[in-house]
């Protein structure tokens, strides 16, 4: 069970959050410098390139600012920010990326989760840091081929850890679409991993 938003809030984090609200710049600053280490780890899963991620989370806190009236608090505040990331991401891609049919063994959303924690950590071991980064590129291009609603799902659900109530709160949906989304971009997970392996069993053999 995730834990509620006030468990999670830091220390004086709502207290910075109303200022800001009211128009306290400085105040914003400061909820900025809480959020974006954080932030930026969420972009650099994302976008996967260090320069692309940094501008991404500016671009991110900046946005916020603007709608920082729109907050109501249905959610954690990180989780609505990682909702404009994954906006912003999305209006600044060029082209979509193409689909890879990478191994992923998500037979249901438990051990996909696990897969994601396993490419995003960053505690590999040496010999298998290139493998791991070569992994968590292809799981990242694998979630870029769905629909955007739903690698919205799957971004804040395995990546940002929020529960489904948080998830709603943050995309202002009912719970029951982002379990609907969430099913059918497993789904469609799982069907990669299907054509992945029809694949394999095609190659020639050496």
């Known amino acids: 069970m995730n834990p509620t938003v006030a468990e999670t809030d830091l220390p004086g984090t709502r207290s910075l959050l109303e200022q800001a609200q009211a128009g306290d710049v400085e105040a914003f600053g ?11 780890r969420q972009s650099l899963a994302l976008c996967g390139n260090e320069a692309l991620a940094q501008e991404l989370a500016q671009d991110t806190l900046v946005e916020a600012w603007k709608c920082l009236h729109r907050y109501n608090g249905r959610c954690q505040f990180f989780t609505w920010l990682c909702a404009i990331l994954l906006n912003r991401h999305r209006n600044t891609l060029r082209k979509k990326r193409p689909v890879a049919w990478s191994a992923l063994g998500a037979r249901d959303g438990e051990e996909f989760k696990n897969k994601i924690e396993n490419t995003s950590s960053g505690e590999a071991q040496p010999d298998g840091a290139a493998e791991l980064k070569e992994q968590a590129a292809l799981v990242r291009r694998c979630i870029g081929a769905l629909p955007a609603k739903q690698q919205q799902v799957i971004h804040l659900r395995f990546y940002v850890d929020e529960s489904l109530e948080g998830i709603a709160g943050a995309l202002g949906c009912s719970v029951g679409t982002v379990k609907s989304r969430l099913f059918h971009a497993l789904e469609k997970l799982r069907a990669m991993n299907a054509m992945h392996a029809q694949f394999e069993e095609l190659k020639p053999e050496e």
Do not use: D, H, M, P
Not at 30 to 40: G, K, M, P
């Open 30 to 40: 400061e909820v900025c410098r809480v959020y974006e280490t954080r932030l930026f």
